[in-house]
């Protein structure tokens, strides 16, 4: 939510109007003061979001009705949680979720949808009438009370066929004749940057689709935000090969995986360049979080677990309302279904301290 990250995303021409991105700033201001704010979008499409709703808007076109342009607050192309409506204080947020739903009814828009929202901003939402969505992501969290030491404590606290495992995939890497650097901050050459943009295009090529983030924005946080990145360079005789980005917040000891790629392919460097690395990172710099992203059950056998995501949906139809609720209500079952069946194949060793008390998945 960091403004220089948000407006690097417009001027780099990665979330623009052309690309379905129709930025509509809403603001709260008192005696002049702002006080509050929320970046939502006038969107298109339903592409760069990660809760997906798009048989909600089949569901309107095989009735003949438009579902698009919707509402949407969110970060573009950013699976994330955090807050997404800004306040100085509840009262604002509360005003704010309210204009947000009352700009969408004078536009007459199909809907207003804000994602990944924070746990502290669901009063605001349900008090508003606004329907609730769970969803899962994956999560390395590190126990306050009995930390990691390095990454071999973690691989220790691990049930030994995941342990085992763990060890095999790195070792298939190492034997391939690769090894990694990390780079940090400015110590993330041009040519570092240059080289992670070409392996992000490849992953997009071999999906058959199109990258949403341009070069321009990649090079405008080298420049503006230097600070938030981490990278990872895998080399064979001195060539790299592959990279993964992470973005890194110092001051929250977090860590989100992000982007990844391989000029060609190597048998588990997927999983040494997007787990194994950040995570020996994290624990040897003192970060307390390492988001996975969206999706993934396979990452569970890595040492992260699931944590409950949220997200905020009105519709301005009440019969499509009804029926959204009614899915969601169904949704939800098996949402908690999916998640204590998840809970059961816990990788860690019974009594290990690899799932610390009030995590975020409680």
Known sequence: MKHEYLCALYDSGSATPESGWAWCMATLRRGGVLVGGVATFLKGHSYGEYVFDWAWADAY????????PKL??????????????????????????????NFAERQRLSSAHL??????????FEADGWMLREGVQFHWQNDPA????????????LQREKRKKIQQERRRVTDAGVSFTAHVGRGIGADEWDFFYRCYTLTYAAHHSTPYLTKDFFD??????????????????GEPIGASLVAIDADQRVAWGRYWGSVEYVPCLHFEACYYQPLAWCIENGFERFEGGA???H????????VRTTSA??????????????????????????VDELRERNPFKEGSAGEPAGSRED
Not at 61 to 68: T, V
Not at 75 to 95: D, K, Q, S, Y
Not at 146 to 157: E, G, K, N, T, V
């Open 61 to 68: 076109r095989r009735h003949g009705l438009p579902y698009y």
């Open 72 to 101: 949407l607050g969110a970060v573009p192309f950013t699976p994330v949680p955090g807050t997404r409506v800004l306040a100085a204080h509840p009262g604002v947020r509360e005003a704010l979720v309210k204009a947000l739903r």
């Open 115 to 124: 994602l990944f929202i924070e746990e502290d901003e669901r009063a605001a």
């Open 146 to 157: 009995q930390p990691c030491a390095d990454f071999a404590d973690l691989l220790a606290r």
């Open 220 to 237: 405008q946080m080298a420049r503006q935000m230097p600070d938030h990145w981490l990278m990872f360079v895998g080399r064979r005789g």
């Open 295 to 297: 999706q993934g059950e």
């Open 299 to 306: 990452k569970m056998a890595r040492g992260l677990l699931p």
């Open 313 to 338: 949906h009105w519709l301005r139809d009440p019969r499509f309302a009804s029926a959204v609720a009614d899915f969601l209500a169904q949704e939800g079952q098996g949402i908690q279904s999916y």
